[in-house]
């Protein structure tokens, strides 16, 4: 009964594999607390004008949780593809597609630990054979809980081949091939990008060290533009435009990858 519980807990939660924790969360708050501060200290350096970015602080928290989700993503197909590997070796060995996947939990237990979006895959393959579910409503419910794309066209393969008489060892073979190769392929892109994302990041920081740079060596320059109508609309335009372009950078980033 205990397991059962277990299996319904992770089977109906659809954000149990891939979630943010408490602890990461807290991180974006005070991530986004001090966001707000700079943006405040170098453009308004009013009190009430902390209060009046808020929601600008809730857009960057929701941005950087994205962000944190996607990299969980590329983590958890990393660690699908290993399993990918690891089930393909177990098949050659004689092993079932079934016995393949139970049997590779201790391995992946090694590499990535237990609390591993894989491992808690495994887990649910496990408690799903010992309620007698079949395994490809269990990939695909899987599939539903990380979002990730490989893991639901694998859970769609391994219907179609555990339903038709051919030689599963076979199409698991080559299914995993074409699925390792693609994650290959997605890692090699993002290795490409990596470069551009650390421009995108030196360019984002750029305004902010160019005033800082104004302020210090010309002290009283910007006075003109706080404590006054005035400074604060130029300053709110400003302001506007860096979050457009901000905004318009991280979307161009995120559809490449």
Same mark, same amino acid.
């Given at each position: 009964?205990?397991? +059962?519980?277990?299996?319904?807990?992770?089977?109906?939660?659809?954000?149990?594999? &891939?979630?943010?924790?408490?602890?990461?969360?807290?991180?974006?708050?005070?991530?986004?607390?001090?966001?707000?501060? %700079?943006?405040?200290?170098?453009?308004?350096?009013?009190?009430?004008?902390?209060?009046?970015? #808020?929601?600008?602080?809730?857009?960057?928290?929701?941005?950087?949780?994205?962000?944190?989700?996607?990299? +969980?993503?590329?983590?958890?197909?990393?660690?699908? +593809?290993?399993?990918?590997?690891?089930?393909?070796?177990?098949?050659?060995?004689?092993?079932?597609?079934?016995?393949?996947?139970?049997?590779?939990?201790?391995?992946?237990?090694?590499?990535?630990?237990?609390?591993?979006?894989? #491992?808690?895959? /495994?887990? %649910?393959?496990?408690?799903?054979?010992?309620?007698?579910?079949?395994?490809?409503?269990?990939?695909?419910?899987?599939?539903?809980?990380?979002? =990730?794309?490989?893991?639901?066209?694998?859970?769609?393969?391994?219907? &179609?081949?555990?339903?038709?008489?051919?030689?599963?060892?076979?199409?698991?073979?080559?299914?995993?091939? %074409?699925? &390792?190769?693609?994650?290959?392929?997605?890692?090699?892109?993002?290795?490409?990008?990596?470069?551009?994302?650390?421009?995108?990041?030196?360019?984002?920081?750029?305004?902010?060290?160019?005033? /800082?740079?104004?302020?210090?060596?010309?002290?009283?320059?910007?006075?003109?533009?706080?404590?006054?109508?005035?400074?604060?609309? &130029?300053?709110?335009?400003?302001?506007?435009?860096?979050?457009?372009?901000?905004?318009?950078?991280?979307?161009? =980033?995120?559809?490449? =990858?």
């Amino acid at each position: 009964m205990l397991k +059962k519980k277990k299996y319904h807990h992770f089977m109906h939660d659809p954000n149990k594999l &891939i979630f943010v924790t408490s602890w990461e969360k807290g991180v974006l708050v005070i991530k986004s607390i001090a966001v707000l501060g %700079i943006i405040n200290y170098f453009f308004y350096r009013e009190w009430w004008a902390f209060i009046l970015l #808020c929601p600008v602080g809730v857009l960057y928290c929701q941005m950087e949780k994205e962000t944190l989700l996607v990299k +969980k993503r590329g983590d958890a197909k990393e660690q699908f +593809k290993e399993l990918m590997l690891l089930v393909s070796t177990g098949q050659k060995a004689g092993y079932s597609a079934e016995n393949a996947f139970l049997s590779s939990y201790q391995d992946m237990k090694n590499l990535y630990g237990p609390e591993s979006v894989v #491992c808690k895959a /495994l887990m %649910i393959l496990q408690a799903g054979r010992k309620n007698n579910i079949d395994f490809s409503v269990l990939w695909h419910q899987i599939g539903q809980q990380t979002g =990730i794309t490989e893991i639901q066209e694998f859970a769609s393969i391994y219907e &179609i081949s555990s339903k038709s008489s051919g030689n599963m060892a076979a199409v698991m073979e080559k299914t995993a091939e %074409i699925i &390792i190769k693609k994650l290959e392929t997605e890692k090699e892109i993002d290795v490409l990008l990596s470069a551009r994302k650390l421009e995108l990041k030196i360019m984002n920081a750029m305004p902010f060290l160019l005033i /800082l740079y104004i302020g210090i060596t010309s002290p009283g320059y910007f006075h003109g533009l706080y404590h006054c109508l005035g400074g604060v609309v &130029i300053m709110t335009l400003c302001l506007a435009v860096y979050i457009g372009a901000y905004l318009l950078s991280q979307k161009m =980033i995120l559809t490449e =990858i």
